[in-house]
């Protein structure tokens, strides 16, 4: 059966966000912010190919506070979980007789990480999506976009998510659900290095 056969549903959006990580949930975050600071409602989804929001997330990381800061300037008081600073830092060379210590002063700033936590990005990505819907985003986790869409006159007017049931000889099988479509005013995608639609 191939998709120009198959009768999907249509849901439409102000914004269709692809990638529930933490650059497509601060997006949404923040339309949905200076919507309601400029008086007007927006409504925004965000598709998450994972099956919970942070699944595809590396884990450990440093990770500097300023962008969340400037998204949510009480951030501590809302329990976001970057609970441990860095305390410590060292910069090693590392060969084959032993290890060098490069002085503190001589790194660039880029290197430095005072002020900075140590954490796991799955758990911010989660407490974001708490966030996000708490703001009125609605958040699709499971769901990978399959497809972008366009317009007649070439635009892209949002995503398709894969069908469900499908057999691997590429049939649908007994339990086939076509994918759904995500319109959208304006579709960000936020995937990330690896996106299929970006590709």
């Known amino acids: 059966m191939a998709d120009a056969d198959v009768q999907r549903e249509s849901m439409e959006y102000d914004v269709v966000v692809v990638g529930g990580g933490p650059g ?7 339309l949905k912010q ?4 400029a008086g007007r409602d927006v409504s925004v989804c965000v598709l998450e190919k994972g099956s919970e929001l942070g699944a595809h997330i590396l884990s450990g990381a440093v990770i500097d506070p300023i962008a969340l800061t400037e ?5 501590k008081e809302r329990g976001a979980p970057l609970k441990t ?3 410590e830092e060292r910069f090693l060379f590392l060969s084959e007789r032993g290890a060098r210590e490069v002085p503190h002063g001589w790194l660039p700033a880029s290197l430095k990480n005072q002020g900075y936590f140590v954490g796991s990005l799955g758990n911010l990505v989660r407490w974001l999506g708490q966030q996000a819907e708490s703001l009125g985003v609605e958040i699709f986790p499971g769901f990978a976009a399959a497809e972008v869409l366009y317009d007649d006159a070439g635009a892209v007017k949002g995503v398709a998510t894969g069908n469900m049931g499908v057999g691997r000889d590429g049939k649908p099988t ?3 659900q076509p994918g ?6 304006y579709t ?5 290095a690896r996106g299929n639609l970006a590709r």
Not at 24 to 30: D, M, N, P, W, Y
Not at 34 to 37: I, K, V
Not at 71 to 75: A, T
């Open 24 to 30: 497509g949930l601060s997006a949404a975050i923040r």
């Open 180 to 185: 759904v479509e995500l319109h959208g005013k």
């Open 85 to 87: 600073p860095v305390g």
């Open 188 to 192: 960000l995608f936020a995937e990330g």
């Open 71 to 75: 998204l949510f300037p009480d951030w």
């Open 174 to 176: 007994e339990n086939f």
């Open 34 to 37: 200076l919507a309601a600071d």
